[in-house]
């Protein structure tokens, strides 16, 4: 199955429609075979002669052999339709031998042109050449020379070659197209069909570069590391070499190597760019190639480089690498000046270097200095993870945990680290948090945090009360150690947990946070109170509050430019101005923030909640519905209930919108199950009560819609709920109401919505409420006004760039021009199943609905419509109208 290539195969089919050929390039794993695969099969499918080709390396050599191939392939009846002569040369080239004999050189030439044209005479042609790179000379001369004979539109190529340029071997037109790398969505779904895990996925994309079967590849090991050594081996002596000098840098540039020693650089590395080893700015693609390159270097080869790069370099602390790396042998001096340098780097922000120059000076530490060698891994541990390096930050965590000698509070905060790359799946890290507890003992300084994770596991999974328990724990040993900034976090989460379960005790806890003197570290700021205030700011849609505190918040992150911190205020962010009705700037914000998460290896499951949200304001319901099925899957493999709940409210939505009522009820119901089990109560942060009302709505659950309204009525009236939810709920009745017959209440509860919304003003909101009051006033007959309702909604949604609400709204300005007897749209689908003859048992079974419910909904048709049997209601009811549905 392809991923990701739909507008690439539109492409190829449009060129390939017009009678051209489509030649595509691109390096080794990229997808070129299996695009050619796709392409032929649909060619087959339809009954076209498809010619396929593809040489080997070996093949080159053999005179003929292409040709060989595809004259092989033709049918024999077509053969037969020739002349003696043209016979007898295509038997030649069936030999793998050249038609020298007998008749005038360009006839012997023609002979290719005419057998194809008179295949494309009784079925359209296709020839697919794979790895066109490695045919034959004299096949490529005879096929090139045939597409420029013009046999005929019915006659199409499509060529597949790594580098070379073959589009000659194309009949005109012909387009170069290059096949790109999978974008990071789409290689996460290719790679979750092979049962890879999201948060994998995440990694595996920026380790191969988008490139799929280097993804798959790496996700076996060993397969990965044969086939970019098979891409180096292709290379020159000379181009490797200075690729070496690429790989062992810290920043290569081509100054820099013709510095080190490489004369003629800039040749090599346009050489190593044709291959598609490297990009314009000298990055290996994949990454994994540059690894593969040093790793299979000689030592002795690899110090020579380094001594080098050491003379070469313009940076004082990447000549003291660089000297460092020239020798693995411990040296007290070069490790002490390494830490020295890390420090600095640290200082001045530059984490990510600052956490290589500790690990290397950890390496170079003689066993004298054992404790220093300690101290550096574990602030390595913990400068990589702000750094965003996680594999660096693993190692350092690791390394400490393996030193027989590392003391408990050592052990501890090395275990913390690996319990904060866990991200969202702190479900996975049970036995850590029990060592780490362990670990701790009485210290209330190392008890502090270890509580304060426990707190997010808990939270995460759904637990509210151990986590309320462990954040009030945490809290109490972060006070008892003079630790300001886990004390406000501690409190700071225990406010999210209140808040969650609807306990209005929340604002004294925030509160209580805000106050203490803390300045959590950038990668820190989203568990701090000032971050829980922004958001909760915006769950009470004090927007512009909200979007200020945000904004202050982002330039404080951005110094972790990386890190967790940025992502999430990213994330609030695109919520912000979602909610604001700035759709394109919500989109941007969220795949800023997916795209941050996914260069840090963080768990996929939030950012792609934010990118459902975002896209069901201003993108597509289908992107939207993806989005949230891939958060599902990502939030179920790693046990967070959280985001679980919210993209499962993401998809509800999704499905509602796109008019799949009945599985968007389903999911709903599923949210709302998980949502009472968890033991969360407000309904201001995960608003799916209204949607699920709506839903039930439609489906005629009419009992069942008000009861979930008023829920959630009963629990805001407890809470103290903002202004807002009166409008979503408000909205929600109106469509109850509009779908149980009651349309002039429903006009009533949507316009005093709408009014409410814009006084928030929240446009799209707004908009959403006199649409739903367009279709009550249709529902009325009143199709002026209506049209009036719902033209208002249109121009709301067009001026936020609500594109998805703009479309829907513009059908549903359509259907104001098509009187619907006042039928809602439950009723209108059983008159369609009554009009096909299904009995009310048969209709109660295909709509999941009760008997008495057909039986009642069948009632009010009869009443709406002034009639009194089936016969009359067949009679009444033209077939247009009730096909029509709304």
């Excluded at 790989?247 to 190593?272: C, F, I, K, V």
């Excluded at 002795?300 to 003379?311: I, K, N, S």
């Excluded at 430019?561 to 992502?567: C, P």
């Amino acid at each position: 199955m392809l991923y990701g290539r739909d507008a690439l195969l539109a492409a190829i089919d449009a060129r390939l429609s017009a009678g051209g050929g489509v030649a595509l390039h691109g390096p080794p794993g990229i997808g070129r075979s299996v695009l050619l695969d796709t392409v032929a099969a649909q060619a087959a499918a339809r009954g076209d002669l498809v010619l396929r080709l593809r040489p080997a390396r070996g093949e080159r050599g053999l005179a003929y052999a292409g040709a060989a191939d595809l004259v092989r392939q033709v049918p024999a009846d077509a053969v037969a339709a020739l002349a003696p002569a043209p016979r007898h040369w295509l038997a030649a080239l069936r030999q793998g031998r050249p038609p020298r004999t007998g008749g005038p050189a360009l006839a012997r030439r023609l002979v290719l042109p005419e057998l194809l044209a008179h295949c494309a005479r009784i079925v359209p042609v296709l020839i697919v050449i794979d790895d066109a790179q490695w045919l034959d000379p004299q096949s490529a001369e005879l096929i090139a020379f045939a597409m420029r004979r013009r046999p005929g539109p019915r006659i199409r190529a499509l060529i597949a070659t790594k580098t070379v340029k073959v589009t000659r071997l194309c009949p005109a037109p012909a387009v170069e197209l290059t096949v790109p790398p999978l974008e990071p969505d789409d290689l996460a779904a290719m790679l979750e069909a092979h049962g890879l895990p999201c948060r994998a996925a995440s990694r595996l994309h920026q380790a191969s570069a988008g490139n799929p079967y280097v993804a798959l590849a790496l996700s076996k090991g060993q397969e990965a590391r044969d086939w970019a050594a098979e891409r180096l081996r292709e290379l020159p002596d000379e181009v490797r070499a200075t690729l070496l000098v690429a790989a062992l840098a810290t920043t290569p540039t081509p100054s820099l190597l013709l510095r080190a020693g490489r004369d003629d650089a800039e040749r090599e590395l346009r050489a190593a760019t044709a291959a598609g080893i490297i990009d314009a700015k000298l990055r290996f693609t994949p990454p994994l190639l540059g690894q593969v390159l040093a790793d299979e270097t000689p030592a002795a080869e690899r110090f020579a480089v380094h001594t080098a790069l050491a003379v070469a370099a313009t940076d004082p602390i990447d000549a003291l690498r660089h000297r460092a790396l020239r020798t693995n042998r411990p040296d007290a001096a070069v490790a002490g000046a390494l830490a020295d340098a890390a420090r600095r780097c640290a200082q001045r922000g530059a984490d990510r270097t600052a956490a290589e120059l500790y690990v290397l000076a950890a390496d170079r530490c003689p066993h004298g200095l054992a404790a220093d060698r300690l101290n550096w891994l574990v602030t390595a541990a913990r400068t990589a993870i702000t750094g965003g390096s996680p594999a660096l930050a693993r190692k350092a965590a690791d390394a400490v945990l393996t030193a027989q000698a590392a003391p408990p509070a050592h052990r501890v905060r090395a275990r913390l680290v690996l319990i904060d790359l866990a991200g969202q799946d702190l479900a996975g890290m049970a036995e850590t948090l029990a060592a780490a507890l362990a670990e701790a003992g009485d210290d209330t300084a190392l008890l502090a945090p270890v509580r304060l994770r426990l707190t997010w596991q808990a939270f995460l999974m759904g637990d509210a009360d151990r986590a309320s328990q462990e954040a009030r724990l945490s809290q109490e040993a972060a006070k008892a150690a003079d630790d300001p900034t886990t004390e406000a976090m501690a409190l700071s989460a225990l406010a999210q947990i209140l808040r969650t379960r609807g306990e209005p005790g929340w604002r004294d806890s925030l509160d209580r946070a805000l106050a203490l003197p803390a300045a959590p570290a950038p990668d820190w700021l989203h568990y701090g109170p000032q971050y829980t205030a922004a958001r909760f700011a915006l769950f009470d849609d004090r927007l512009d509050e909200a979007r200020a505190d945000l904004l202050t918040l982002l330039a404080v992150a951005e110094h972790d430019r990386i890190g967790e911190a940025r992502v999430e205020v990213l994330r609030s962010l695109s919520e912000v101005a979602t909610r604001a009705g700035r759709c394109q700037e919500a989109l941007r914000y969220a795949h800023r923030a997916a795209r941050a998460a996914q260069d840090a290896g963080l768990s996929p499951g939030p950012t792609w909640y934010t990118a459902a949200v975002a896209e069901l304001a201003g993108g597509s319901l289908a992107a939207a519905a993806g989005f949230a099925r891939r958060g599902i899957r990502a939030s179920e493999q790693e046990s967070d209930g959280l985001y679980l709940r919210r993209n499962l409210h993401a998809l509800g939505q999704a499905e509602l919108r796109a008019g799949d009522t009945r599985s968007g009820v389903a999911t709903l119901r599923r949210l709302r199950d998980s949502e009472a089990e968890s033991g969360s109560a407000d309904p201001m942060i995960v608003r799916w009560h209204a949607d699920l009302a709506a839903g039930l709505a439609a489906l005629g659950e009419h009992a069942e819609a008000a009861a979930t309204l008023s829920r959630a009525r009963a629990v805001a009236a407890t809470i103290g709920a903002v202004p807002a939810l009166t409008g979503y709920l408000d909205r929600a009745a109106a469509i109850v109401q509009s779908e149980s017959g009651r349309a002039d209440d429903a006009v009533e509860l949507s316009t005093a919505a709408a009014h409410l919304f814009e006084q928030l003003r929240q446009p799209v909101e707004q908009a959403h409420a006199l649409l739903v009051a367009g279709g009550a006033e249709r529902r009325r007959r009143r199709y002026a006004a209506a049209r009036v309702a719902i033209g208002a909604a249109l121009a709301l949604f067009m001026a936020a760039d609500a594109r998805p609400w703009a479309e829907e709204t513009e059908r549903a300005l359509i259907r104001t021009e098509t009187p619907d007897q006042g039928l809602t749209s439950t009723e209108l689908r059983i008159a369609a199943m009554v009009r096909d003859g299904a009995s009310n048992r048969e209709i109660a079974s295909r709509l999941y609905l009760s008997v008495k419910t057909v039986e009642a909904t069948l009632t009010r048709v009869y009443r709406k419509l002034g009639v009194r049997s089936r016969t009359q209601l067949l009679s009444r009811l033209a077939v247009s109208e009730i096909t029509g549905l709304s």
